[in-house]
């Protein structure tokens, strides 16, 4: 039995009616070499069964603590097929805004926290002879890298797909009685003073790059000159962004956008200037979003600052941990021209991976942990509240991924793999989220955006890919 990590019962309490904190991927195939041309529910049932063992917390659920008094644990369980692997079909003519819209009512949903924490679709009708697979995974449970493992134990780099033979599972063991699970907590209630006082030295340093509460005066300054003193850094003004129509509560329902480009024209722009490849999707990203900005007459003076999630490191195959620091990063939205953004942006990262480690994320579960874990729902969900309240000024704006994933052709149940497509929450005060992934040479963006806030979501998928087109006017000359 183990216990979630602090990062994951953050995801957990961020979550309430309207927010979800699960991630997904849309996988296209085409099934026309399989039996009769199709992947059957039954054929994709029998892998997920195989690669079970190959993905612990497929088998493993919560069980809550009573009355709050400590985070929750995993616990294993059985695992019911038939509820965790669906099937359903779009209707003629199955076209791609078909598909998105069925998507995105999947993707609004919450996950059941009486099963384990996730869900695959089975989606048929696609045009083309086509069909997909949509995959749901709680946040609490994986990451970006860690849910590419799991893609990757799922998926197969040669049609035939390899036989695992599962091995017989004995019974779940019976959940922790509820008694136990009091004593601990309340145990840990005992010593949460002791922690709290060891933990206010990191929570107080990391006071002023809390978001919105951090461009406070009186908060700024504690927090530093307590950094000064115990990490030896010179005051770095925390970031601030402009107010948009991002920054307000959102609704329960989403929309996505989808678009992919050539990851070889990404690179070319990437060596052309000398910069990353995330350098070029954050130019891409801002570039798309100021074309929105300006269509909607919304354009701020100010630059958008955007949460980028950056990987701490890799415990190896078989983690499903977390493993995610974040930088707050202003992205150039505010510059016209296509190749001064990329340069901006660019300089930006550059400034913020020197300071990771000691920017708002951080700084957010050093301050939850000297709460009482009963009291962590309510200051998580205060805390990201916060960015919405338009008498203070937000922190960020929007949220942006890049996520490396598989390089070689792949199929699923001996169907080709055609397409990745990552997707990621969204929550209150930061209403659009853009994660892009890598895929056999080609570059996916998925963009997840509230229903209302922003009905066409789609075209910032597009114009994040005709910003690639305009890197590539530079760099071909």
Sequence with gaps: MQQVDDL??????????????????????????????????????????????????????????????????????DVDLDY???EISLPAPGDD???????????SRPLDRT????????????????AAVLTKVHHAIADGRTGVRILTALTDSKPRPRRRRPSPRPPAPPAPASASMLLRGLSGAVLQPVRAVAGLPAALSGLDELPVFGTMPGVRLVGATTALVRRGRPHKPVATAPRTSFNQQISRNRRIGIATVALDDVKQVKTHFAVSVNDVVLAMAAGALRRWLIEHSELPKEPLT???????????????????????VPIPTDVDDAAARLG????????????????????????????????????????TQLNTWAPLTPAMNVNISNVRGPEQLLYLAGARVCSMVPLAGITDGLGVNLTVMSYNGRLAIGVVADREQVPDVQDIADWTAAELDSLLTFARG
């Design 97 to 107: 805004e078909q598909l998105r819209e069925q998507v995105a009512r999947i993707f």
């Design 84 to 86: 965790h692997v669906r």
């Design 115 to 130: 099963r384990p924490l996730w869900e695959i679709y089975l989606i048929q009708g696609l045009a083309d002879g086509r």
């Design 344 to 383: 901006v942006a660019h300089r930006a990262m550059l400034g913020a991976l020197r300071d990771l480690g000691t920017t708002a994320p951080d700084a957010l579960i050093d301050t939850v942990r000297m709460v009482p874990p009963a009291f962590v729902v309510r200051t998580v969900q205060l805390l």
């Design 306 to 328: 955007a949460v980028i999630p950056v990987g701490l490191r890799d415990t190896g195959p078989d983690s499903t941990a977390n493993e995610l620091s974040a930088v707050v």
């Design 8 to 77: 994951g019962a953050m995801y957990l309490a961020a979550e309430n009616s309207r927010v979800t904190t699960h991630t997904a991927a849309l996988i296209t195939l085409d099934p026309a070499k399989l039996a009769g041309g199709k992947l059957t529910l039954d054929k994709l049932r029998a892998v997920v069964l195989e690669r079970l063992e190959l993905v612990p917390a497929f088998h493993q659920r919560l069980a809550e603590v009573p009355f709050g008094l400590d985070r929750p644990y995993w616990v294993e369980t």
